[in-house]
């Protein structure tokens, strides 16, 4: 597998596991609704999950757009880029 291959695949996993974890957090914050005493509760909940999955849907987009700058490097850009990425992602995927 080409350098450009695996930090495709790289990119590729790690952005599927975000969507996995966006549709958790969803479930998390319909099950805590299901149990909120009154309006305010909800209210902030909403406001907490809201918060959770925006900065995780934040990483997607940046991980889509690091994936097309990655389709539209060269060979001679692959090494920068592969740093970048690697600093960028969590630590337990690379």
Do not use: C
């Not at 590729?12 to 596991?17: A, G, I, S």
């Not at 479930?27 to 005493?37: F, H, S």
């Not at 097309?68 to 990425?85: F, M, N, T, V, Y």
């Amino acid at each position: 597998m080409s350098l450009k291959e695996s930090l495709q695949k790289k990119l590729e996993t790690q952005t599927e596991y975000w969507s996995k974890q966006i549709d958790s957090l969803r479930a998390e914050a319909d099950e805590k609704m299901a149990k909120a005493k009154d309006d305010e509760a909800e209210a902030e909940i909403q406001r907490e999950f809201s918060e959770r999955i925006q900065a995780v849907e934040d990483h997607i987009e940046t991980a889509r757009n690091k994936l097309g700058e990655l389709k539209d490097s060269g060979e001679d850009q692959l090494e920068d880029l592969k740093k970048r990425i690697d600093e960028w992602l969590p630590s337990n995927t690379n």
